[in-house]
């Protein structure tokens, strides 16, 4: 998602170009994606929610298009605060529809997903490890995220959460080496 985006595609979008907004929405959304998934986790098993979210962020994008003006930083940096806002839009909609929900019809094709065991795992696993992230500093946890779950370079997540691209590395190797304290051995049970 906030892979540098060429200056001449944007501008061209801003100013109405529909094969430029479609050709940018191309190169934003896969990170959107990643980044929604790593902040947002599974619901009951699916991404659902964080793939919902990021088409959210796209919509949001091109609704802002035409109000967009080259700052000088990253179209990158503006994409993100627009994701930040869906996701934390997202998490306060979760906390405050937590209420369980059943579908009393019942299924016409047989349910390929895994097995109750397997999602029990896969649950118990994302939870613990979203856990451990919540328990970083906002900023190591945002910088994890953007740097390992989407991919983007130290200089790229330190024009987004304003740093140095050298404090980026150093607030990264801090966080993963707090991380692997706080797991210890906690993740290793569940590898079975």
Same mark, same amino acid.
């Given at each position: 998602?906030?892979r540098?985006?060429?200056?001449?595609?944007?501008?061209?979008?801003?100013?109405?170009?529909?094969?430029?907004?479609?050709e940018?929405?191309?190169?934003?959304?896969?990170?959107?994606v990643?980044y929604?998934r790593g902040r947002?986790?599974?619901?009951?098993?699916a991404?659902?929610?964080?793939d919902?979210?990021a $088409?959210?962020?796209?919509?949001?994008?091109?609704?802002?298009?035409?109000?967009?003006?080259?700052?000088g930083?990253?179209?990158a940096a503006?994409?993100y605060r627009?994701?930040?806002?869906k996701?934390a839009?997202?998490q306060?909609?979760a906390i405050?529809?937590s209420? !369980?929900?059943s579908?009393?019809?019942p299924?016409?094709?047989?349910?390929?997903a895994?097995?109750?065991?397997a $999602?029990?795992?896969a649950?118990d696993?994302?939870?613990?490890?979203?856990?451990?992230?919540?328990?970083?500093?906002d900023? $190591?946890?945002e910088?994890v995220?953007?740097r390992?779950a989407?991919?983007?370079?130290?200089?790229?997540?330190?024009?987004i !959460?304003?740093m140095?691209?050298a404090?980026?590395?150093?607030? $990264?190797?801090?966080?993963?080496?707090?991380l692997?304290?706080l797991a210890?051995?906690?993740?290793d049970? !569940?590898?079975a």
């Amino acid at each position: 998602m906030f892979r540098a985006v060429d200056p001449e595609l944007v501008r061209r979008a801003v100013h109405g170009d529909r094969g430029a907004m479609a050709e940018l929405l191309t190169d934003v959304r896969p990170g959107l994606v990643r980044y929604c998934r790593g902040r947002l986790g599974r619901v009951g098993g699916a991404y659902t929610t964080a793939d919902d979210v990021a $088409q959210e962020v796209c919509l949001a994008v091109l609704r802002a298009l035409p109000r967009y003006q080259e700052q000088g930083v990253p179209f990158a940096a503006f994409v993100y605060r627009i994701a930040a806002h869906k996701v934390a839009d997202a998490q306060r909609a979760a906390i405050r529809d937590s209420a !369980v929900t059943s579908t009393d019809t019942p299924l016409d094709e047989p349910d390929t997903a895994p097995g109750p065991e397997a $999602q029990a795992v896969a649950t118990d696993l994302a939870r613990r490890l979203s856990a451990l992230l919540n328990r970083l500093p906002d900023t $190591q946890r945002e910088i994890v995220l953007l740097r390992v779950a989407v991919g983007l370079s130290a200089e790229e997540v330190g024009t987004i !959460v304003g740093m140095s691209a050298a404090a980026v590395r150093m607030a $990264q190797s801090r966080a993963l080496t707090r991380l692997r304290n706080l797991a210890g051995d906690a993740l290793d049970e !569940v590898a079975a």
